[in-house]
């Protein structure tokens, strides 16, 4: 993010980054901005969860007359796409307080202060600016980790067995 949000030149690479951070901000400065992120993953991967669960109901609601209870993988698809609806709302404005907050220029006293300038400088259409561009990034990502998760866990189901016979640290591994 600080190479990202600094003037051209101001670092050489990653390596150089780190060691400037190290100088001027010591060890925490390494995990400046994280502050924002921390709080917001346990509600984002909640939401996420609870927003694939309706996508599989909506694929279910659309599909009356199914034969199979399992979905195919462009229906997985589907509703992992669709679990970055709403966990897009709640990223977006996380992921603008923590890139305007961070980097070389210290112009903010840390998130709210960041948040309070980005409503001052354009209401909330600023804190929520690149919502598009992360519903772009994250509803392929979050379709692709879902497929994947099902898949890894249906492999994992024991030969005659159900997901409900799989115990919860081979869920947590297929995750």
Do not use: C, H
Request: hydrophobic residues 40%; aromatic residues 12%.
């Amino acid at each position: 993010v600080r190479i990202q949000t600094s003037a051209t030149g101001a670092y050489s690479g990653t390596m150089d980054v780190f060691k400037q951070t190290l100088k001027a901000d010591g060890f925490r400065g390494l995990y400046r901005g994280m502050a924002t992120p921390l709080v917001g993953v346990t509600p984002i991967f909640a939401v996420s969860f609870w927003a694939y669960d309706m996508g599989k109901k909506i694929v279910y609601t659309a599909t009356p007359n199914r034969t199979s209870q399992d979905l195919s993988i462009p229906e997985l698809a589907f509703a992992g796409f669709f679990s970055a609806v709403p966990t897009t709302l709640l990223m977006s404005p996380s992921e603008r307080i923590k890139t305007q907050g961070s980097g070389a220029n210290k112009l903010y006293n840390g998130p709210v202060d960041v948040a309070r300038a980005l409503y001052k400088e354009g209401g909330l259409a600023s804190i929520f600016r690149g919502t598009g561009a992360t519903l772009l990034r994250d509803g392929p990502g979050s379709a692709a980790y879902f497929v994947a998760y099902e898949l890894i866990k249906k492999s994992l189901i024991p030969a005659g067995g159900t997901a409900s016979d799989l115990n919860p640290f081979t869920v947590m591994f297929a995750g």
